[in-house]
Protein backbone atom coordinates (compact mmCIF):
# COMPACT_ATOMS: atom_id res chain seq x y z
CA UNK A 1 0.00 0.00 0.00
CA UNK A 2 1.17 3.04 -0.75
CA UNK A 3 0.94 6.43 1.70
CA UNK A 4 -2.20 6.94 2.85
CA UNK A 5 -3.05 10.86 2.30
CA UNK A 6 -6.40 11.94 3.73
CA UNK A 7 -7.36 14.72 1.73
CA UNK A 8 -5.70 14.05 -1.56
CA UNK A 9 -5.64 10.99 -3.07
CA UNK A 10 -3.14 9.27 -4.55
CA UNK A 11 -2.06 11.37 -7.28
CA UNK A 12 -0.97 14.24 -4.77
CA UNK A 13 2.43 13.49 -4.82
CA UNK A 14 2.56 14.27 -8.49
CA UNK A 15 0.42 17.30 -8.23
CA UNK A 16 3.08 18.48 -6.12
CA UNK A 17 5.78 17.83 -8.09
CA UNK A 18 4.10 19.63 -10.64
CA UNK A 19 3.26 22.39 -8.74
CA UNK A 20 6.95 23.14 -7.97
CA UNK A 21 8.11 23.29 -11.23
CA UNK A 22 4.84 24.00 -13.11
CA UNK A 23 2.24 25.55 -10.70
CA UNK A 24 -2.22 24.82 -12.09
CA UNK A 25 -4.42 26.75 -11.25
CA UNK A 26 -5.68 24.85 -8.77
CA UNK A 27 -2.80 24.85 -6.60
CA UNK A 28 -2.08 28.09 -7.19
CA UNK A 29 -5.59 28.95 -5.87
CA UNK A 30 -4.90 26.87 -2.96
CA UNK A 31 -1.49 28.61 -2.19
CA UNK A 32 -2.86 31.70 -2.01
CA UNK A 33 -6.05 31.40 -0.57
CA UNK A 34 -3.80 29.93 2.39
CA UNK A 35 -1.33 32.81 2.41
CA UNK A 36 -4.09 35.77 2.47
CA UNK A 37 -5.72 33.57 5.03
CA UNK A 38 -2.99 33.24 6.85
CA UNK A 39 -2.71 37.13 6.83
CA UNK A 40 -6.19 38.24 7.59
CA UNK A 41 -5.74 35.78 11.01
CA UNK A 42 -3.23 37.61 11.64
CA UNK A 43 -3.91 40.83 11.50
CA UNK A 44 -7.06 39.77 13.66
CA UNK A 45 -5.20 38.34 16.35
CA UNK A 46 -2.91 41.49 16.43
CA UNK A 47 -6.24 44.03 16.04
CA UNK A 48 -6.47 44.13 19.76
CA UNK A 49 -2.83 46.21 19.71
CA UNK A 50 -4.74 48.86 18.27
CA UNK A 51 -6.37 49.50 22.00
CA UNK A 52 -3.30 49.66 23.72
CA UNK A 53 -2.70 52.57 25.59
CA UNK A 54 1.12 53.64 25.51
CA UNK A 55 0.32 54.78 29.65
CA UNK A 56 -0.03 50.70 30.08
CA UNK A 57 3.54 49.84 28.82
CA UNK A 58 6.03 49.56 31.23
CA UNK A 59 9.18 51.84 30.78
CA UNK A 60 12.62 50.27 30.31
CA UNK A 61 13.69 49.89 34.32
CA UNK A 62 9.92 48.26 35.20
CA UNK A 63 10.28 45.91 32.58
CA UNK A 64 13.82 45.03 33.41
CA UNK A 65 13.26 44.56 37.13
CA UNK A 66 13.88 41.59 39.28
CA UNK A 67 11.60 39.30 41.00
CA UNK A 68 10.81 40.91 44.77
CA UNK A 69 12.71 38.23 46.28
CA UNK A 70 15.92 38.32 43.87
CA UNK A 71 16.20 41.74 44.22
CA UNK A 72 18.87 43.66 46.39
CA UNK A 73 18.81 46.11 48.84
CA UNK A 74 20.14 48.59 46.04
CA UNK A 75 17.96 47.41 43.20
CA UNK A 76 15.21 47.76 45.54
CA UNK A 77 16.24 51.68 46.96
CA UNK A 78 16.35 52.02 42.75
CA UNK A 79 12.48 50.29 42.12
CA UNK A 80 11.47 52.66 45.45
CA UNK A 81 12.58 55.62 43.79
CA UNK A 82 11.59 54.72 40.63
CA UNK A 83 7.85 54.22 41.89
CA UNK A 84 8.34 57.92 44.08
CA UNK A 85 9.03 59.65 40.49
CA UNK A 86 5.99 57.90 39.01
CA UNK A 87 3.84 58.72 42.09
CA UNK A 88 5.08 62.15 42.22
CA UNK A 89 4.42 62.46 38.54
CA UNK A 90 1.08 61.09 38.12
CA UNK A 91 -0.45 62.48 41.60
CA UNK A 92 2.06 65.76 42.24
CA UNK A 93 2.65 64.14 45.55
CA UNK A 94 5.52 62.67 47.11
CA UNK A 95 5.09 59.43 49.03
CA UNK A 96 6.86 58.79 51.78
CA UNK A 97 6.79 54.66 49.93
CA UNK A 98 9.60 51.66 51.82
CA UNK A 99 9.89 48.28 51.89
CA UNK A 100 9.27 47.26 55.66
CA UNK A 101 10.63 43.81 56.35
CA UNK A 102 8.66 41.10 58.49
CA UNK A 103 9.57 41.24 62.25
CA UNK A 104 10.67 38.36 64.31
CA UNK A 105 8.55 36.60 66.15
CA UNK A 106 5.65 37.60 64.61
CA UNK A 107 2.68 35.82 63.19
CA UNK A 108 -0.37 37.98 62.52
CA UNK A 109 -3.59 36.53 63.41
CA UNK A 110 -7.02 38.31 62.62
CA UNK A 111 -9.87 37.90 64.96
CA UNK A 112 -13.57 39.15 64.25
CA UNK A 113 -16.49 39.00 66.69
CA UNK A 114 -19.56 38.18 65.04
CA UNK A 115 -21.81 38.80 67.96
CA UNK A 116 -20.98 42.89 67.73
CA UNK A 117 -20.30 43.17 64.11
CA UNK A 118 -23.44 45.72 63.15
CA UNK A 119 -22.55 45.60 59.32
CA UNK A 120 -22.02 49.54 59.13
CA UNK A 121 -19.46 48.67 56.37
CA UNK A 122 -16.80 51.58 58.26
CA UNK A 123 -14.01 49.14 58.04
CA UNK A 124 -14.39 48.73 54.00
CA UNK A 125 -13.85 52.32 53.19
CA UNK A 126 -11.26 52.80 55.83
CA UNK A 127 -9.66 50.16 53.83
CA UNK A 128 -10.41 51.53 50.53
CA UNK A 129 -9.31 55.32 51.59
CA UNK A 130 -6.17 53.80 53.51
CA UNK A 131 -4.94 51.03 50.60
CA UNK A 132 -5.46 53.53 47.47
CA UNK A 133 -7.67 51.31 45.60
CA UNK A 134 -9.27 52.18 42.54
CA UNK A 135 -12.40 54.46 43.38
CA UNK A 136 -14.13 53.65 39.53
CA UNK A 137 -14.57 50.85 39.17
CA UNK A 138 -14.60 50.36 42.46
CA UNK A 139 -12.19 47.64 44.37
CA UNK A 140 -12.74 47.44 48.01
CA UNK A 141 -11.09 44.11 49.81
CA UNK A 142 -14.08 43.75 52.50
CA UNK A 143 -17.24 41.77 51.59
CA UNK A 144 -19.64 42.46 54.51
CA UNK A 145 -22.36 39.99 53.91
CA UNK A 146 -25.60 40.05 55.78
CA UNK A 147 -26.83 36.83 56.19
CA UNK A 148 -30.32 35.22 58.10
CA UNK A 149 -30.19 34.71 61.55
CA UNK A 150 -29.49 30.93 62.76
CA UNK A 151 -27.72 30.48 58.92
CA UNK A 152 -24.38 30.18 58.18
CA UNK A 153 -25.55 30.29 54.72
CA UNK A 154 -23.19 32.01 52.67
CA UNK A 155 -25.12 31.10 49.39
CA UNK A 156 -28.07 33.20 51.34
CA UNK A 157 -26.09 35.77 51.50
CA UNK A 158 -25.98 39.44 50.18
CA UNK A 159 -23.13 42.17 50.70
CA UNK A 160 -25.24 44.66 48.48
CA UNK A 161 -27.83 44.91 51.11
CA UNK A 162 -28.62 48.72 51.51
CA UNK A 163 -30.83 49.52 54.62
CA UNK A 164 -31.92 53.06 56.26
CA UNK A 165 -30.19 51.54 59.30
CA UNK A 166 -28.21 48.73 60.62
CA UNK A 167 -28.26 45.98 62.20
CA UNK A 168 -31.31 44.65 60.75
CA UNK A 169 -32.62 42.61 63.42
CA UNK A 170 -33.56 39.24 61.46
CA UNK A 171 -29.58 39.48 59.99
CA UNK A 172 -26.20 39.01 61.26
CA UNK A 173 -23.06 40.24 59.73
CA UNK A 174 -20.00 38.33 58.56
CA UNK A 175 -17.26 40.84 57.14
CA UNK A 176 -14.78 38.83 54.65
CA UNK A 177 -11.53 39.50 53.66
CA UNK A 178 -8.25 37.78 52.45
CA UNK A 179 -7.39 35.30 55.64
CA UNK A 180 -4.09 34.85 54.93
CA UNK A 181 -3.86 31.24 54.71
CA UNK A 182 -0.84 29.22 56.17
CA UNK A 183 -1.79 26.64 53.37
CA UNK A 184 -2.68 29.56 50.62
CA UNK A 185 -4.40 27.68 47.46
CA UNK A 186 -3.71 31.23 45.28
CA UNK A 187 -0.23 30.80 46.09
CA UNK A 188 -0.05 27.56 44.78
CA UNK A 189 -1.64 28.41 41.73
CA UNK A 190 0.42 31.22 40.34
CA UNK A 191 2.18 30.23 37.38
CA UNK A 192 4.87 33.22 37.85
CA UNK A 193 5.24 32.89 41.57
CA UNK A 194 4.11 36.62 42.05
CA UNK A 195 2.29 35.72 45.18
CA UNK A 196 3.96 34.16 48.19
CA UNK A 197 3.47 33.81 51.55
CA UNK A 198 5.68 36.20 53.90
CA UNK A 199 7.43 34.54 57.27
CA UNK A 200 4.90 36.65 59.44
CA UNK A 201 2.28 34.99 57.50
CA UNK A 202 0.59 38.00 55.02
CA UNK A 203 0.34 36.54 51.57
CA UNK A 204 1.49 39.40 49.76
CA UNK A 205 1.65 40.19 45.68
CA UNK A 206 4.11 41.91 43.79
CA UNK A 207 2.47 43.89 41.23
CA UNK A 208 4.85 44.35 39.13
CA UNK A 209 5.64 40.58 38.55
CA UNK A 210 1.74 39.36 38.24
CA UNK A 211 0.96 38.95 34.81
CA UNK A 212 -2.89 38.79 35.86
CA UNK A 213 -3.83 35.81 34.38
CA UNK A 214 -6.60 35.39 37.65
CA UNK A 215 -5.26 32.08 38.48
CA UNK A 216 -5.41 32.74 41.99
CA UNK A 217 -8.67 34.71 41.76
CA UNK A 218 -10.16 31.05 41.21
CA UNK A 219 -8.70 29.11 43.96
CA UNK A 220 -9.52 31.49 46.51
CA UNK A 221 -12.40 30.14 48.40
CA UNK A 222 -13.09 33.35 50.11
CA UNK A 223 -13.55 35.91 47.33
CA UNK A 224 -10.65 37.84 47.96
CA UNK A 225 -8.77 38.44 45.55
CA UNK A 226 -9.46 41.57 43.03
CA UNK A 227 -8.44 42.34 39.53
CA UNK A 228 -7.91 45.78 38.03
CA UNK A 229 -9.82 45.25 35.09
CA UNK A 230 -9.71 48.83 33.85
CA UNK A 231 -6.76 51.61 34.88
CA UNK A 232 -7.62 52.44 37.96
CA UNK A 233 -8.87 55.61 39.13
CA UNK A 234 -7.93 57.77 41.91
CA UNK A 235 -8.38 61.62 42.04
CA UNK A 236 -4.77 63.10 43.66
CA UNK A 237 -6.44 64.60 46.83
CA UNK A 238 -7.55 60.66 48.12
CA UNK A 239 -3.67 59.35 47.81
CA UNK A 240 -2.63 58.01 50.97
CA UNK A 241 1.29 58.98 50.62
CA UNK A 242 1.92 56.87 53.56
CA UNK A 243 2.69 53.11 51.23
CA UNK A 244 5.23 50.78 51.01
CA UNK A 245 6.00 48.16 47.75
CA UNK A 246 4.16 45.34 48.83
CA UNK A 247 1.19 47.44 49.95
CA UNK A 248 -0.76 49.99 48.88
CA UNK A 249 1.57 51.64 46.50
CA UNK A 250 -0.67 52.54 42.80
CA UNK A 251 -1.63 49.49 40.57
CA UNK A 252 -1.55 49.25 37.36
CA UNK A 253 -4.48 47.52 35.03
CA UNK A 254 -4.15 44.05 34.67
CA UNK A 255 -3.06 42.82 37.88
CA UNK A 256 -4.12 41.27 40.64
CA UNK A 257 -4.70 43.14 44.39
CA UNK A 258 -5.96 42.02 47.69
CA UNK A 259 -5.89 42.77 51.53
CA UNK A 260 -2.42 42.64 53.16
CA UNK A 261 -3.47 43.38 56.94
CA UNK A 262 -1.80 46.81 56.31
CA UNK A 263 1.44 45.65 56.45
CA UNK A 264 2.95 49.24 55.66
CA UNK A 265 1.18 49.87 59.05
CA UNK A 266 1.51 46.47 61.09
CA UNK A 267 5.02 45.87 60.23
CA UNK A 268 5.32 48.80 62.21
CA UNK A 269 3.38 48.14 65.02
CA UNK A 270 0.53 50.06 63.95
CA UNK A 271 -3.23 48.38 63.78
CA UNK A 272 -4.90 47.92 60.46
CA UNK A 273 -7.18 50.58 58.74
CA UNK A 274 -10.33 48.57 59.19
CA UNK A 275 -9.94 47.53 63.07
CA UNK A 276 -9.12 51.36 63.31
CA UNK A 277 -12.25 52.33 62.36
CA UNK A 278 -15.01 49.79 63.37
CA UNK A 279 -17.21 51.54 66.13
CA UNK A 280 -17.49 48.03 67.76
CA UNK A 281 -14.78 46.94 68.61
CA UNK A 282 -15.70 43.80 66.94
CA UNK A 283 -12.34 43.34 65.05
CA UNK A 284 -9.17 42.56 67.03
CA UNK A 285 -5.25 41.97 65.15
CA UNK A 286 -1.80 40.78 66.71
CA UNK A 287 0.63 38.44 67.07
CA UNK A 288 -0.70 34.94 67.96
CA UNK A 289 3.07 34.05 69.18
CA UNK A 290 2.38 36.31 71.68
CA UNK A 291 0.19 34.67 75.10
CA UNK A 292 -0.70 37.43 76.20
CA UNK A 293 -1.99 39.32 72.97
CA UNK A 294 -6.06 39.86 72.53
CA UNK A 295 -5.53 37.29 69.44
CA UNK A 296 -4.30 35.04 71.94
CA UNK A 297 -6.88 35.26 74.23
CA UNK A 298 -9.72 34.85 72.25
CA UNK A 299 -8.08 31.95 70.75
CA UNK A 300 -8.20 30.29 74.17
CA UNK A 301 -11.20 31.60 75.60
CA UNK A 302 -13.99 32.12 73.04
CA UNK A 303 -16.10 30.28 70.82
CA UNK A 304 -13.90 30.15 67.45
CA UNK A 305 -14.34 28.97 63.87
CA UNK A 306 -12.87 29.36 60.67
CA UNK A 307 -14.95 30.12 57.54
CA UNK A 308 -14.93 27.02 55.24
CA UNK A 309 -12.65 25.00 57.58
CA UNK A 310 -13.13 21.53 55.17
CA UNK A 311 -11.13 23.53 52.21
CA UNK A 312 -8.30 23.16 54.25
CA UNK A 313 -6.62 26.88 53.83
CA UNK A 314 -5.70 26.68 57.49
CA UNK A 315 -6.98 30.51 57.65
CA UNK A 316 -5.19 33.06 60.09
CA UNK A 317 -8.32 34.82 59.74
CA UNK A 318 -11.18 33.57 62.75
CA UNK A 319 -14.20 34.58 63.70
CA UNK A 320 -15.87 34.26 67.38
CA UNK A 321 -18.99 34.75 69.01
CA UNK A 322 -19.64 35.84 72.68
CA UNK A 323 -21.45 34.00 75.05
CA UNK A 324 -24.77 35.34 74.82
CA UNK A 325 -25.98 36.73 71.60
CA UNK A 326 -27.71 39.17 71.04
CA UNK A 327 -26.90 40.88 74.13
CA UNK A 328 -30.37 42.39 75.26
CA UNK A 329 -31.92 42.22 78.68
CA UNK A 330 -34.31 39.33 79.21
CA UNK A 331 -37.53 40.66 78.86
CA UNK A 332 -38.82 38.64 81.91
CA UNK A 333 -36.73 40.55 84.07
CA UNK A 334 -38.09 43.91 82.96
CA UNK A 335 -41.85 42.49 83.71
CA UNK A 336 -40.90 41.63 86.83
CA UNK A 337 -39.23 45.08 87.64
CA UNK A 338 -41.97 46.52 86.74
CA UNK A 339 -44.44 45.14 89.46
CA UNK A 340 -41.99 45.14 92.24
CA UNK A 341 -42.08 49.00 91.27
CA UNK A 342 -45.82 49.39 91.41
CA UNK A 343 -45.49 47.59 94.53
CA UNK A 344 -42.90 48.98 96.85
CA UNK A 345 -43.07 52.17 94.90
CA UNK A 346 -40.24 54.23 95.79
CA UNK A 347 -38.68 52.02 98.28
CA UNK A 348 -37.73 50.01 94.99
CA UNK A 349 -36.72 53.01 93.33
CA UNK A 350 -34.20 54.02 96.05
CA UNK A 351 -32.92 50.67 96.23
CA UNK A 352 -29.10 50.31 94.49
CA UNK A 353 -29.27 48.27 91.19
CA UNK A 354 -27.39 45.24 93.35
CA UNK A 355 -30.27 44.60 96.10
CA UNK A 356 -32.80 45.81 92.76
CA UNK A 357 -31.49 43.00 90.74
CA UNK A 358 -31.67 40.39 93.87
CA UNK A 359 -34.51 41.18 94.33
CA UNK A 360 -35.58 40.59 90.29
CA UNK A 361 -33.66 37.08 90.44
CA UNK A 362 -35.63 35.79 93.62
CA UNK A 363 -38.79 37.26 92.56
CA UNK A 364 -38.08 35.40 88.72
CA UNK A 365 -37.20 31.99 90.44
CA UNK A 366 -40.35 32.02 92.60
CA UNK A 367 -38.63 33.07 96.19
CA UNK A 368 -40.63 35.42 98.98
CA UNK A 369 -39.49 38.83 99.11
CA UNK A 370 -38.66 38.30 102.84
CA UNK A 371 -36.66 35.19 101.92
CA UNK A 372 -34.08 37.10 99.90
CA UNK A 373 -33.75 40.09 102.00
CA UNK A 374 -33.12 37.82 105.24
CA UNK B 1 -8.57 5.39 2.28
CA UNK B 2 -10.25 7.64 -0.88
CA UNK B 3 -12.62 6.13 -2.40
CA UNK B 4 -11.62 7.70 -5.99
CA UNK B 5 -8.89 5.34 -5.71
CA UNK B 6 -11.40 2.32 -6.76
CA UNK B 7 -13.84 4.69 -8.45
CA UNK B 8 -12.58 6.06 -11.59
CA UNK B 9 -16.03 7.90 -11.96
CA UNK B 10 -15.14 9.82 -9.63
CA UNK B 11 -11.80 11.09 -10.20
CA UNK B 12 -12.96 14.21 -12.63
CA UNK B 13 -14.65 15.71 -9.50
CA UNK B 14 -11.49 16.02 -8.06
CA UNK B 15 -11.95 19.71 -7.66
CA UNK B 16 -14.82 19.53 -5.15
CA UNK B 17 -13.17 16.82 -2.68
CA UNK B 18 -13.51 17.85 0.97
CA UNK B 19 -10.10 18.93 1.16
CA UNK B 20 -10.19 21.64 -1.73
CA UNK B 21 -13.19 23.03 -0.16
CA UNK B 22 -11.58 23.29 3.33
CA UNK B 23 -8.79 25.03 2.29
CA UNK B 24 -10.83 27.74 0.35
CA UNK B 25 -13.46 27.87 3.60
CA UNK B 26 -10.94 28.41 6.49
CA UNK B 27 -9.04 31.10 4.64
CA UNK B 28 -12.25 33.21 3.89
CA UNK B 29 -13.53 32.08 7.32
CA UNK B 30 -10.75 33.73 8.57
CA UNK B 31 -10.81 36.71 6.09
CA UNK B 32 -14.58 37.72 7.14
CA UNK B 33 -13.14 37.01 10.80
CA UNK B 34 -11.11 40.08 10.33
CA UNK B 35 -13.28 41.60 8.51
CA UNK B 36 -15.04 42.00 11.72
CA UNK B 37 -12.56 42.31 13.82
CA UNK B 38 -11.14 45.67 12.16
CA UNK B 39 -14.65 46.66 12.07
CA UNK B 40 -15.46 46.61 15.57
CA UNK B 41 -15.11 49.93 17.56
CA UNK B 42 -11.57 50.56 18.55
CA UNK B 43 -12.20 50.76 22.33
CA UNK B 44 -14.14 48.19 23.85
CA UNK B 45 -16.05 50.93 26.49
CA UNK B 46 -16.37 49.64 30.01
CA UNK B 47 -19.37 51.14 32.14
CA UNK B 48 -18.18 52.01 35.04
CA UNK B 49 -21.06 52.73 37.93
CA UNK B 50 -21.13 56.28 39.90
CA UNK B 51 -18.85 56.22 42.38
CA UNK B 52 -20.10 56.32 45.75
CA UNK B 53 -17.94 59.45 48.34
CA UNK B 54 -17.97 58.31 51.70
CA UNK B 55 -16.81 61.67 53.99
CA UNK B 56 -13.82 61.21 55.89
CA UNK B 57 -15.52 62.05 58.88
CA UNK B 58 -17.67 58.79 58.84
CA UNK B 59 -14.31 56.57 58.82
CA UNK B 60 -12.07 58.69 61.00
CA UNK B 61 -9.76 56.67 63.70
CA UNK B 62 -11.30 57.94 67.38
CA UNK B 63 -13.11 56.57 69.68
CA UNK B 64 -16.95 56.35 69.51
CA UNK B 65 -17.58 59.13 72.12
CA UNK B 66 -15.65 61.27 74.10
CA UNK B 67 -15.55 60.32 77.45
CA UNK B 68 -15.68 63.03 80.59
CA UNK B 69 -12.58 64.40 81.51
CA UNK B 70 -11.28 63.38 85.11
CA UNK B 71 -12.55 65.61 87.27
CA UNK B 72 -15.62 65.86 85.02
CA UNK B 73 -16.50 69.63 84.12
CA UNK B 74 -18.98 70.80 81.75
CA UNK B 75 -20.17 73.58 80.17
CA UNK B 76 -23.34 75.60 82.15
CA UNK B 77 -24.58 78.59 79.95
CA UNK B 78 -21.15 78.64 78.05
CA UNK B 79 -19.10 79.06 81.47
CA UNK B 80 -16.95 75.96 82.04
CA UNK B 81 -17.55 74.29 85.63
CA UNK B 82 -16.62 71.71 87.48
CA UNK B 83 -19.55 69.73 88.84
CA UNK B 84 -19.04 70.56 92.56
CA UNK B 85 -19.06 74.41 91.77
CA UNK B 86 -22.99 74.31 91.48
CA UNK B 87 -23.70 70.60 93.38
CA UNK B 88 -22.16 72.01 96.74
CA UNK B 89 -24.12 74.95 96.85
CA UNK B 90 -27.22 73.37 95.62
CA UNK B 91 -29.32 70.27 97.39
CA UNK B 92 -30.21 67.18 95.26
CA UNK B 93 -33.78 66.01 94.85
CA UNK B 94 -34.15 62.83 96.93
CA UNK B 95 -32.61 59.85 95.20
CA UNK B 96 -35.71 58.19 94.43
CA UNK B 97 -36.68 61.61 92.22
CA UNK B 98 -36.33 60.60 88.51
CA UNK B 99 -37.97 64.20 86.67
CA UNK B 100 -34.79 65.82 86.22
CA UNK B 101 -34.96 69.92 86.46
CA UNK B 102 -30.99 70.17 85.91
CA UNK B 103 -29.32 68.23 83.11
CA UNK B 104 -32.29 67.03 81.37
CA UNK B 105 -30.48 66.09 78.20
CA UNK B 106 -28.92 62.94 79.98
CA UNK B 107 -31.81 60.48 78.21
CA UNK B 108 -31.52 57.34 80.95
CA UNK B 109 -31.90 53.87 79.16
CA UNK B 110 -29.54 52.12 81.28
CA UNK B 111 -32.33 48.77 82.02
CA UNK B 112 -33.38 49.27 85.60
CA UNK B 113 -30.49 50.94 86.91
CA UNK B 114 -32.69 54.05 86.89
CA UNK B 115 -31.37 56.44 90.25
CA UNK B 116 -28.32 59.05 89.59
CA UNK B 117 -26.74 57.70 93.10
CA UNK B 118 -26.38 54.20 91.86
CA UNK B 119 -23.30 55.84 89.74
CA UNK B 120 -22.75 59.09 91.13
CA UNK B 121 -21.91 59.87 94.67
CA UNK B 122 -24.30 62.06 96.51
CA UNK B 123 -21.90 64.06 98.35
CA UNK B 124 -18.85 64.49 95.99
CA UNK B 125 -20.37 64.78 92.05
CA UNK B 126 -16.92 64.40 90.88
CA UNK B 127 -16.73 60.93 91.76
CA UNK B 128 -18.27 57.32 91.45
CA UNK B 129 -19.76 55.23 94.21
CA UNK B 130 -19.19 51.74 94.25
CA UNK B 131 -21.74 49.46 96.15
CA UNK B 132 -19.47 49.15 99.66
CA UNK B 133 -19.78 53.17 99.11
CA UNK B 134 -16.39 53.71 98.80
CA UNK B 135 -15.74 56.20 95.87
CA UNK B 136 -13.53 55.81 92.69
CA UNK B 137 -12.90 58.90 90.25
CA UNK B 138 -14.33 58.84 87.01
CA UNK B 139 -10.89 57.51 85.22
CA UNK B 140 -11.70 54.30 86.73
CA UNK B 141 -15.11 53.64 85.36
CA UNK B 142 -14.64 50.58 84.61
CA UNK B 143 -14.38 49.33 88.06
CA UNK B 144 -18.33 50.61 88.41
CA UNK B 145 -19.10 48.94 85.71
CA UNK B 146 -18.05 45.66 86.61
CA UNK B 147 -20.38 45.74 89.43
CA UNK B 148 -23.31 44.40 87.36
CA UNK B 149 -20.97 43.11 83.56
CA UNK B 150 -18.90 40.92 85.29
CA UNK B 151 -18.56 38.58 82.37
CA UNK B 152 -18.03 41.80 80.27
CA UNK B 153 -15.79 43.09 82.61
CA UNK B 154 -13.66 40.05 82.46
CA UNK B 155 -13.48 39.90 78.69
CA UNK B 156 -12.47 43.69 78.71
CA UNK B 157 -9.45 43.03 80.88
CA UNK B 158 -8.43 39.98 78.43
CA UNK B 159 -8.91 42.22 75.49
CA UNK B 160 -11.55 39.96 74.32
CA UNK B 161 -14.06 42.98 74.69
CA UNK B 162 -13.91 46.44 73.50
CA UNK B 163 -11.61 48.29 71.55
CA UNK B 164 -7.72 48.48 71.44
CA UNK B 165 -6.11 51.37 69.67
CA UNK B 166 -2.39 52.38 68.81
CA UNK B 167 -0.55 49.46 68.49
CA UNK B 168 -1.00 45.52 68.28
CA UNK B 169 2.14 45.36 70.44
CA UNK B 170 1.71 44.08 73.74
CA UNK B 171 4.31 45.94 75.32
CA UNK B 172 4.48 49.06 73.27
CA UNK B 173 3.31 52.50 75.31
CA UNK B 174 1.27 53.34 72.22
CA UNK B 175 -1.45 50.45 73.10
CA UNK B 176 -4.52 51.96 74.71
CA UNK B 177 -7.37 49.55 76.02
CA UNK B 178 -10.47 52.12 75.41
CA UNK B 179 -12.61 53.00 78.79
CA UNK B 180 -16.24 51.28 78.65
CA UNK B 181 -17.26 55.00 78.24
CA UNK B 182 -15.72 55.69 75.25
CA UNK B 183 -17.99 53.69 73.10
CA UNK B 184 -21.54 53.15 75.71
CA UNK B 185 -22.96 56.22 76.63
CA UNK B 186 -23.26 55.14 80.95
CA UNK B 187 -26.74 56.52 80.60
CA UNK B 188 -28.21 54.61 77.59
CA UNK B 189 -25.43 51.98 76.79
CA UNK B 190 -27.15 50.02 73.96
CA UNK B 191 -25.67 51.42 70.92
CA UNK B 192 -28.26 52.62 68.48
CA UNK B 193 -28.57 51.92 64.88
CA UNK B 194 -26.00 53.31 61.95
CA UNK B 195 -26.70 54.32 58.46
CA UNK B 196 -24.44 52.31 56.70
CA UNK B 197 -21.77 53.15 53.82
CA UNK B 198 -23.13 52.67 50.36
CA UNK B 199 -22.73 48.99 49.55
CA UNK B 200 -20.52 47.80 46.68
CA UNK B 201 -20.85 48.45 43.18
CA UNK B 202 -18.44 46.50 41.55
CA UNK B 203 -19.12 45.71 37.39
CA UNK B 204 -17.66 42.13 38.63
CA UNK B 205 -20.45 41.81 41.18
CA UNK B 206 -22.98 41.88 38.79
CA UNK B 207 -26.37 43.87 39.65
CA UNK B 208 -27.25 45.36 42.43
CA UNK B 209 -29.43 43.73 44.89
CA UNK B 210 -27.71 40.57 44.99
CA UNK B 211 -29.60 37.33 46.20
CA UNK B 212 -32.04 37.20 48.25
CA UNK B 213 -33.92 34.81 49.76
CA UNK B 214 -37.30 35.84 48.07
CA UNK B 215 -36.04 35.59 44.10
CA UNK B 216 -33.42 33.33 44.91
CA UNK B 217 -34.74 31.11 42.26
CA UNK B 218 -34.56 33.65 39.77
CA UNK B 219 -31.04 33.91 40.27
CA UNK B 220 -29.54 30.32 41.36
CA UNK B 221 -30.23 27.55 38.77
CA UNK B 222 -29.38 25.32 41.74
CA UNK B 223 -32.49 27.53 43.69
CA UNK B 224 -34.70 27.28 40.33
CA UNK B 225 -33.98 23.01 40.17
CA UNK B 226 -34.49 22.74 43.96
CA UNK B 227 -38.17 24.58 43.86
CA UNK B 228 -39.20 22.49 40.62
CA UNK B 229 -38.22 19.29 42.30
CA UNK B 230 -39.99 20.43 45.17
CA UNK B 231 -43.24 21.67 43.20
CA UNK B 232 -43.17 18.44 41.65
CA UNK B 233 -43.21 16.14 45.03
CA UNK B 234 -46.02 18.38 46.29
CA UNK B 235 -47.67 17.62 43.65
CA UNK B 236 -47.14 13.91 43.45
CA UNK B 237 -48.12 13.38 47.41
CA UNK B 238 -51.07 15.69 47.03
CA UNK B 239 -52.21 13.17 43.90
CA UNK B 240 -51.80 10.20 45.93
CA UNK B 241 -53.39 11.58 48.69
CA UNK B 242 -56.29 12.26 46.34
CA UNK B 243 -56.23 8.58 45.41
CA UNK B 244 -56.09 6.91 48.66
CA UNK B 245 -59.05 9.15 49.87
CA UNK B 246 -60.99 8.11 47.16
CA UNK B 247 -60.47 5.02 47.37
CA UNK B 248 -61.34 4.93 51.11
CA UNK B 249 -64.70 6.61 50.46
CA UNK B 250 -65.89 5.81 47.18
Known sequence: ?374 | MNRSQFDPSLKKSRVLNAGTMLGLALPLGFGALCFAFLMAPSRVSIPLAARSRVPAEAIANRPRRVALADPPHIAVDGVDQNCNACHQIFASASPAHTALEFHNTVVLAHGMNDRCVNCHDPTDRERLVLRDESTIPFAETPRLCSQCHGTVYRDWQRGTHGKTLGSWITSSPQQRRLGCNECHDPHAPKYTPYVPLPSPHTLRMGEQGGVHEIDAAKVSPLQRHLQEARRLSAASRKKAAHQQSEGVHP
Open chain 1, 1 to 374: MKDVRIWDGPSAATDEAQTASNPTRRSFLRIGAAAVGGMAALAAALSPLRELDPEDLPDVEEFLQKHYKEMTAVEMEAALARIRANVADRFGVEPTIRDPKPLDGVEFVYALNLSRCIGCRKCVHACVAENNQSRSPEIQYIRVIEMPRGTLDVEKGDHHYDRPQVPDTAHFYMPVQCHQCANPPCVKVCPVEATWQEPDGITVIDYDWCIGCRYCEAACPYWARRFNFAQPSLPADELNPDMSYLSNRPRERGVMEKCHFCLHRTREGRMPACLEACPTGARKFGNVLDSKSEVSEILKTKRVFVLKEEVGTLPRFFYYFDERYPNTIDPEALVIAEQLREEEGDAFGAMDVGAAGRLVIARASGMSTEETCA
